[in-house]
Structures are given as C-alpha cells and as structure tokens.
C-alpha cells in the first residue's frame, strides 16, 4: 500500500493540494516545513493500524456512523539534535486514496 501511496503522488506532483505545507517542530525548537508531496513521496512515513472511530459528519439517523481510519505517521531526524520527530498526516488513508487517483482537470474547459 505504501508504494501505491508514493507511485500515485509522483504522478500527481501537479495536484494542489500535494502543495500544502506541514510543519514539523522538534522539542530543541528547530523546526523544518515540507509539502504534502515531499512527506509522501520521501517513503519516510509509515502506514498505522486501521481504528474506528465516529464519523464528523451530521447524518438524519438517530445511530452514529462509524468509519475506518487509517494513519500516515512521518518519523524524521532532527538534524539538530538528532531525536525522532513524529508527525500525523492531516488526512488518513481512506481520504487520501480517492484524491490522490483522481484525474486533473481538464486544461481546455478549466485553463
């Protein structure tokens, strides 16, 4: 699943969203940001256990949704102190994937 998570973000490096910025912070204060492409791509992080958990969006039933998410967690060095600096990807895996297949719009109708 990582390769597929690392293939489909090379192919979209044009995508906007892979432009966000994430910034990680270490407990010495240095602090370093990188894109969502650069943390996907790196091969850095790692894919967490699946977990439930209710879903944030309102529905009309009376019963919680639950859904399935799973984490993307970055571990880097710091380059400073050397210690293990963990971030979580804003978006889980569930969310990622149908973003990250999606094709471009087309050039011609949205240019």
């Not at 994430?22 to 996907?40: A, H, N, P, V």
């Not at 944030?56 to 710091?78: G, H, M, Q, V």
């Not at 050397?82 to 994937?97: D, I, R």
Request: proline content about 8%.
């Amino acid at each position: 699943m990582k390769d597929t998570v690392i293939s489909l973000s090379l192919k979209n490096k044009d995508n906007r969203f892979l432009k966000n910025k994430i910034e990680l912070k270490c407990k010495c204060g240095r602090s370093q940001c990188i894109t969502y492409y650069d943390f996907l791509t790196s091969g850095e992080f790692n894919i967490g256990e699946p977990t439930t958990a209710i879903s944030p969006f309102i529905s009309e039933a009376i019963y919680d949704e639950t859904i399935s998410i799973t984490p993307l967690r970055l571990s880097k060095k710091c380059p400073g102190c050397g210690k293990e600096v963990v971030a979580v990807f804003p978006l889980s895996l569930e969310e990622l994937m149908p973003l990250l297949q999606r094709h471009p719009p087309d050039p011609q109708m949205y240019g």
